[in-house]
């Protein structure tokens, strides 16, 4: 069966996830996850991609981004993903290909998705066992979102801004939702919607959206079934 086309839209958040093949490291030191940081930041000023938040792990990496024009995300994502495959094997001395293959995204419903995405996303490390706190983890857009650190290659959405009414309200009220995480269903559903290319939000959402694209939004309700795809962050 052919793919589907990727389901992209302009002015819509995406969550994207981005592996490395056989699940192989795609960072090695400091300067691989220092490479990849300036190489997303220069390509999406460039191609038009507000970066809500993101986060870095040994072999993938997560994007919660808006795109303003229907390429934006995936140009890109293509010029990011030349260029530092090009970087990281000239310095490390290997060839061939880095990526398992495509980057998986998904768009999201903002009011219901958008906060849960990025508590998920800044959990990621969390969740591997590699640190006790997200603070501890350098490569996530966490820091920002609690005024540790100024993030050149994050573009807070307005959901975030609407957290409070000052940088100390809206840090403070950030912290609560990480502290207080993610449900195991909300997560399975952002893990899965990304992984297989559905929208993810209410069925009013979803039909609306329905009516803007001509690929298909959400799984047939009927109809032969699709291979299950297993459930990983």
């Known amino acids: 069966m052919a793919r589907l086309p990727r389901l992209t839209l302009a002015g819509y958040p995406h969550h994207v996830i981005q592996r490395g ?7 090695i030191d ?27 792990m040994g072999n993938h990496f997560h ?46 419903q903002s009011e219901r998705y958008l906060l849960a995405c990025m508590v998920y996303i800044d959990l990621n ?17 966490h820091a920002h979102y609690l005024g540790l650190r100024s993030d050149r290659l994050v573009t807070p959405h307005a959901l975030y801004w609407a957290l409070g009414n000052t940088p100390f309200a809206r840090e403070a ?18 893990t899965d919607a990304t992984l297989r290319g559905w929208a ?13 694209l001509e690929r298909r939004v959400s799984r047939a309700k009927a109809g032969r079934p699709v291979a299950a795809q297993k459930n990983t962050d």
């Open 21 to 27: 093949n056989n699940r192989q490291p795609i960072f």
């Open 200 to 212: 993810l939000g209410e069925p009013e959402f979803i039909g609306d959206l329905q009516k803007k």
């Open 125 to 141: 490390p969390v969740r591997a066992g590699m640190v006790v706190r997200p603070g501890d983890w350098a490569w996530s857009s």
């Open 30 to 56: 400091r300067h691989d996850y220092e490479t990849m940081l300036a190489l997303l930041t220069e390509c999406a000023r460039t191609h038009g991609v507000a970066v809500h938040a993101y986060v870095l």
């Open 173 to 190: 009220a950030y912290a609560e939702l990480v502290q207080a995480g993610v449900a195991a269903d909300q997560q399975t559903r952002l």
């Open 63 to 108: 994007l919660l981004a808006t795109p303003t024009a229907a390429e934006s995300l995936p140009r890109m994502m293509q010029a990011v993903g030349r260029s530092y495959v090009r970087a990281f094997n000239q310095r490390h001395g290997r060839s061939g290909t880095l990526w398992e293959g495509r980057y998986r995204s998904t768009l999201i």
